[in-house]
């Protein structure tokens, strides 16, 4: 069965970098799509980007020249690099096997941007 486990989460200043990391374990990644996902207090939980198996790439407006996905299927991993993050972007990030109805999920990690 696969797993996923997030990383690179944690307190950071308005206009800072984060990158974030999703390392699967149990299947290999080459044939999911890999979306990120966030949820803040209060709110529902959005996509935030997705790379297709073939690296087809989208993103929220909301993070759109801020954010980058990408992955290495070598290492079965997948990234978020946060750039000129805002108070906003705080909120548990969750990366997925899949984008549109995601088959796994991992546990998440919590960005907080503050100062």
């Known amino acids: 069965q696969l797993q996923l486990v997030e990383s690179g989460g944690g307190l950071v200043q308005p206009g800072g970098s984060l990158r974030l990391s999703c390392a699967a374990s149990g299947v290999t990644l080459d044939y999911y799509a890999i979306g990120w996902f966030r949820q803040a207090p209060g709110k529902e939980r959005e996509g935030v980007s997705c790379i297709s198996s073939t690296g087809n790439i989208d993103y929220a407006d909301s993070v759109k020249g801020r954010f980058t996905i990408s992955r290495d299927n070598a290492k079965n991993t997948a990234y978020l690099q946060m750039n000129n993050l805002k108070p906003e972007d705080t909120a548990i990030y969750y990366c997925?096997?899949?984008?549109?109805?995601?088959?796994?999920w991992g546990q998440g990690t919590q960005v907080t941007v503050s100062s």
């Open positions: 997925a096997a899949g984008c549109g109805f995601p088959d796994y």
